[in-house]
Every structure is written in C-alpha cells, then in structure tokens.
C-alpha cells in the first residue's frame, strides 16, 4: 500500500511539472522539444502496446506516422475539412490501412514480421516521395494549418503559439499511456503479457493469439497516425523525411532505452530520443557518433532500459538502509 501511495505521489508530481513547465521553460526553441517529446510519448507507447507488451519488434512505425500526418493534412488542404475533423480522422484512417497489412503480417513470427514491417515502412516511403500529384513528392506540402481556436470559461484558446499546441499534445500523451495503462490491467494485457512470454503456450490453452496481436498492432498504428497528425499540424510543412525507417528505428530505441514493457519507460525514452541529439550538439561533426555510441553503451549495460535501472537502484538502496536499521 505505501509503494503504491509512492508511486502516485511521483506520478502527481511529474504530472504538475509538465502542466507548469511552459511557464519555467524561457527559451522558445526548449519548449519546441517539449512539444516534439510529448509527440514521441504518443509513437512510444504504441510502439510499446506491439514490441513491450506483445513482443513483436514492428520496424513500420514511422510510417504509420507518415500516413497519419498525410490523411490529416490532405483533408485539410484538398477537402476543406476543418483541422479538428481531421486530426479526429487521421488515427482512424491509419488503422484501417493497419488492419489490411497487419493480417498477413501478424501470421509470421520473430524476424521475419520485423522484416515484413521494415518493408511496409519502405513502401510508405516510396509512396510519399514519388505520388507527387498528391502528396507534393519530395517538395512537400506547405502552409499545413494549426487547429482552429475556441472559446472556454471566457478565454480564448487560439493554437498558433507554441503553448497552447503544447497543451494539445500534453493531452495526447496522457491520452496514449493512460489507454495503454487501461490495456495492461485489463485481461487483454494479460494475453498480450503471455503471448510475449510464451506464445505457443497461449495458443495450446486455446488463446486465439492473432486476434489480440491484431489489436496490439493496429492500435499501435493509430496511435502513431495521431502523432503523426499532431506533427503535421505543428510543423506547418510536411515532406517524406521524418518518415524513413531511421524515425521507426528509434521508435524502438525510445521503448528499449526507457524500459521496455513498461508504462513510464516509453515516456522516459521519447525525452531522450529527442533530447540526446540536441545536447550532442556541442559536439559538432562528432555529434552522431557519440549519440551512436551512448545508444550502443546503453543497450548492452542496461538492457532492461533506464526506468527499470532507476527502480532496481532505489530497491537496494531501501534494501541496504532496512539493513543498517
């Protein structure tokens, strides 16, 4: 009971961090990251819901991404539907188009499904970039537009500063783990919990395994549809670079350096996915080499991920003061 009054005493706090955190945060460029992170939370935790929970390593998350900001900027743009129709849209569209590649897919195992999704996250891709007449190639699309304003308790909430569109996508990401949460205390996330311990286990027990690695993998999609969206939306112009297979790598990166299978590790990781670049900065033309060197040193010594480290930590450190008592 007292570890679980812990845990939501520091779940509370770091919840009022991030709701006051544009008015510490002085610097315009830091709080752009913040918005960026807090999108990563989004893709992290689908990310997570097929790789943490079910143990299918999808390398297609970039790509989803990659449809979901095109089918909210298209509906926009193309069909004059308004920026909160189609950001409503874009997760939906994003599943449906899951649902077709995932059924194949999800009928192989191990390897070979990262492989299939790799080349999903290629396809995408080669889309984007060669259908011109539709998606402007790689000239992109520009004057993508921020959601409409609104009116609430006599303020008025327009989206075209950073701050409000960080509140937007603080939301979303309370949104994402909060859904991923629910999942994982629910008999769902149970099975999914089995199938990545042992899935032919489950299946023998009479689990019809693919129907809920379905689930996980479009739910994934669609969450990575809506960061997509909200990315688009931020940005203001949308070409096929943020959508290669480099951004699905390190979808998988944020899960594994967080802690995978965990409902804090994603949130941990997208900080860091973002982050890390930037502080590297200071090294120049080093900058992508040591960024590749930390995430080597970090997969091998802490392949659990940092928020699993942390607890370990403070377990024998509780561990070893109980002693000395």
């Given at each position: 009971m007292k570890l679980i009054m812990k845990n939501r005493f520091w779940l509370f706090l770091f919840v009022v961090v991030l709701l006051i955190a544009p008015r510490l945060i002085t610097v315009p460029y830091f709080l752009h990251l913040m918005i960026l992170a807090l999108i990563w939370v989004v893709i992290a935790q689908g990310?997570?819901?097929?790789?943490?929970?079910?143990?299918?390593?999808?390398?297609?998350?970039?790509?989803?991404?990659?449809?979901?900001?095109?089918?909210?900027?298209?509906?926009?743009?193309?069909?004059?539907?308004?920026?909160?129709?189609?950001?409503?849209c874009a997760p939906?569209?994003?599943?449906?188009?899951?649902?077709?590649?995932?059924?194949?897919?999800?009928?192989?195992?191990?390897?070979?499904?990262?492989?299939?999704?790799?080349?999903?996250?290629?396809?995408?891709?080669?889309?984007?970039?060669?259908?011109?007449?539709?998606?402007?190639?790689?000239?992109?699309?520009?004057?993508?537009?921020?959601p409409e304003g609104f009116s609430f308790a006599g303020y008025r909430l327009s989206f075209d500063g950073r701050e409000a569109y960080y509140y937007l996508v603080l939301f979303a990401a309370m949104f994402a783990t909060s859904i991923c949460a629910l999942i994982l205390r629910s008999r769902v996330g149970q099975v999914l919990l089995s199938i990545r311990q042992n899935e032919t286990l489950a299946q023998a027990v009479g689990i019809e395994t693919w129907h809920y690695k379905l689930f996980a993998f479009v739910l994934s999609a669609a969450f990575a549809g809506l960061a997509g969206a909200l990315y688009a939306h931020f940005i203001g112009f949308l070409n096929p670079e943020p959508f290669g297979v480099d951004q699905s790598l390190n979808a998988i990166l944020a899960v594994i350096l967080g802690g995978s299978g965990t409902l804090s590790g994603p949130v941990v990781g997208a900080f860091l996915v973002v982050a890390l670049p930037e502080y590297l900065r200071v090294a120049d033309t080093l900058r992508l080499v040591v960024y590749g060197a930390l995430l080597i040193l970090t997969t091998i010594y802490m392949p659990r991920g940092v928020v699993p480290m942390v607890v370990a930590g403070f377990s024998k450190i509780r561990a070893v003061l109980k002693r000395n008592k």
């Open positions: 990310q997570n819901l097929i790789q943490g929970f079910t143990g299918y390593v999808s390398i297609a998350s970039a790509g989803f991404m990659g449809v979901g900001a095109y089918a909210s900027t298209l509906l926009c743009l193309r069909l004059g539907i308004s920026v909160w129709m189609a950001m409503f939906f569209i994003t599943a449906v188009i899951a649902v077709f590649v995932g059924y194949p897919s999800l009928r192989v195992k191990g390897h070979y499904f990262a492989i299939v999704t790799l080349a999903y996250n290629l396809v995408i891709f080669i889309i984007l970039n060669n259908f011109s007449s539709l998606t402007g190639g790689e000239g992109g699309l520009t004057n993508v537009p921020r």
